[in-house]
Structures are given as C-alpha cells and as structure tokens.
Nanobody, 124 residues
C-alpha cells in the first residue's frame, strides 16, 4: 500500500523560500511519475509540477514557472518541491500525487495515490 507523506510546509514572508518533501513508504517509487498540486480555500485544485520516473521530463503550472523546481531522489523514495520567491497567492495546501493514470489535453488529474497535504502560508 502506498503512503505519501508531505512535509516542509509552514509560514513564510513574501519573497522567501520553502522546500516541500513527499516521502513514499511503498515499494514502487522508482520509475513512477510524481506530481504536486495545490488548493487554496474556496478554489479548485491547481496543477503545480510534474516529474517523470527518471527525472527526464518536468512540467510546471504557469503561475509557478521560473520560481518552483520539482526534483526527486529515487534512492530515498522522495520527491521535492523547491519554492522560491513565494507570494501570498501561493498560499494553499500542497499535495503530492503518485503515478499518473490518465493524461488529457488539460494535463494529468487522475493519479493512483495522493498525500494528505502540507499547508504553505505566505504572509507578511
């Protein structure tokens, strides 16, 4: 059974950085695609970043391009989201997801597993 646990969230001021981690306690991390999504209060879930199983393809949502970086360490069953130049609009619960099941023209919204989420708050 896959269990994804996010960590690294918190409260930061505008312009600061955070790094989120998502650890997979299962056995199939290596070679499996991973993603990050976020959801702010009263808003729909938003795609943040995607990485394939071998770190060859990385994709980003338009609102985070150039500021966020997704990476993974297959030896540690961990995917990371480095978030720089954070702004109040980045405030949300951030979720990691594992194993994209179905791509559409709008991206991948069907995943095999989801984490419980990590709160990121950007405020002065």
């Amino acid at each position: 059974q896959v269990q994804l646990v996010e960590s690294g969230g918190g409260l930061v001021q505008p312009g600061e950085s955070l790094r989120l981690s998502c650890v997979d306690s299962g056995r199939t991390f290596s070679g499996v695609s991973m993603g990050w999504f976020r959801q702010a209060p009263q808003k729909e879930r938003q795609f943040v970043a995607y990485i394939d199983g071998r770190s060859i393809t990385m994709l980003y949502g338009d609102s985070v391009k150039g500021r966020f970086t997704i990476s993974r360490d297959n030896a540690k069953n961990t995917v990371f989201l480095q978030m720089n130049s954070l702004q109040p609009d980045d405030t949300a619960v951030y979720y990691c997801a594992q194993d994209c099941l179905h791509w559409t023209v709008n991206g991948c919204w069907s995943w095999a597993s989801w984490g419980q989420g990590a709160q990121v708050t950007v405020s002065s």
